[in-house]
C-alpha cells in the first residue's frame, strides 16, 4: 500500500470516528482540569500555610506525605484504589488529584520563601498584618512560582489521564488502549495524537499567564525598591 494510500485510509477513519474522538478529547481534557483544580484548591493554600509556619515537623510531615503519594507507580495507585473507589471517573481524578499535589506545593512554598525577609520586616513595622503582608507583599511575588507549578503539572497530568481508561476513567486512554486490544494503528495513532496536542495546548495557554506573572512581580519587585 502506498503512502498516500495510508493517509486516505487514515483520513476516512478520522472523518468517521470525528464524534468519538471529540468526545474522548472533552473527557480527556475534563477529567485533567479537575484533577488539577482540586490539587490547586489544597495544594496552594496549603503551601501558602508552610511558607509562614517556623513548624519544621508539619513541614517535614506534609511534603513526605505528597512526595509519598508522588513515588506509588501509577498502575498500583489505580489498582488500590478500586477495592476502595470502585472503577470509574471518581477514583481516576482520586488519583491524579493525589499526583498533583507535590509540584503544586513545593512550588508554593518555594515562592513565598522566596520573599525577601526584610521587606516583610519592614512591612510589620509600618503595621501591616500577617494577611496584608501575604496578599500585597508575598503573593505577588509568588506568582510565577505558582503559575510555573500549575503549568508543569497540567501537562504531567495530561499524560497520565491516559491511564484512567484501565480502570474505566474514560478520555482518550480509551482509544489508545483499544487500538492494542484490537491491533488498530489509526486508534493508537489518534488517541496519542490528540493527547499529545491537549499538552502542547495547555502548556502554550498556562504560559501566557506564567509571563504575566512574571510581570506582576517586576511591578512589585518596582514598588518595594521604590518604598
Known amino acids: 500500500m502506498s503512502d498516500n494510500s495510508l493517509?486516505?485510509?487514515y483520513f476516512q477513519f478520522f472523518a468517521e470516528r470525528y464524534p468519538d474522538i471529540w468526545a474522548a478529547s472533552i473527557q480527556h481534557l475534563w477529567i485533567s482540569a479537575i484533577s488539577v483544580t482540586l490539587g490547586s484548591l489544597?495544594?496552594?493554600?496549603?503551601?501558602?500555610?508552610?511558607?509562614?509556619?517556623s513548624n519544621r515537623y508539619l513541614k517535614s510531615f506534609v511534603f513526605g506525605l505528597a512526595n509519598l503519594f508522588q513515588t506509588i507507580p501509577s498502575l498500583a495507585l489505580l489498582a488500590?484504589?478500586?477495592p476502595i473507589?470502585?472503577?470509574?471517573?471518581k477514583p481516576a481524578i482520586f488519583a491524579l488529584f493525589l499526583y498533583s499535589l507535590l509540584p503544586l506545593l513545593r512550588n508554593t512554598y518555594a515562592g513565598f520563601e522566596s520573599a525577601d525577609r526584610s521587606i516583610l520586616e519592614a512591612a510589620t513595622g509600618m503595621g501591616y498584618s500577617s494577611l496584608q503582608k501575604i496578599l500585597f507583599i508575598q503573593l505577588p511575588i509568588a506568582l510565577p512560582f505558582i503559575f510555573s507549578g500549575v503549568r508543569v503539572t497540567t501537562v504531567y497530568i495530561i499524560s497520565w489521564t491516559t491511564l484512567a481508561s484501565l480502570i474505566g476513567g474514560g478520555g482518550l486512554g480509551v482509544l489508545i488502549f483499544?487500538?492494542?486490544?484490537?491491533?488498530?494503528p489509526e486508534l493508537i495513532l489518534t488517541g496519542a495524537i490528540a493527547a499529545i496536542v491537549l499538552a502542547l495546548l495547555a502548556d502554550f495557554f498556562l504560559?501566557?499567564?506564567?509571563?504575566?506573572?512574571?510581570?506582576?512581580?517586576?511591578?512589585?519587585?518596582?514598588?518595594?525598591?521604590?518604598?
Open 7 to 9: 493517509w486516505e485510509s
Open 207 to 227: 504560559s501566557k499567564l506564567e509571563r504575566r506573572g512574571s510581570k506582576t512581580k517586576q511591578i512589585t519587585a518596582s514598588v518595594s525598591s521604590a518604598t
Open 85 to 89: 473507589m470502585g472503577i470509574g471517573m
Open 80 to 82: 488500590l484504589l478500586i
Open 42 to 53: 489544597v495544594a496552594i493554600p496549603l503551601g501558602i500555610i508552610l511558607g509562614n509556619s
Open 178 to 184: 483499544s487500538g492494542l486490544g484490537v491491533n488498530k
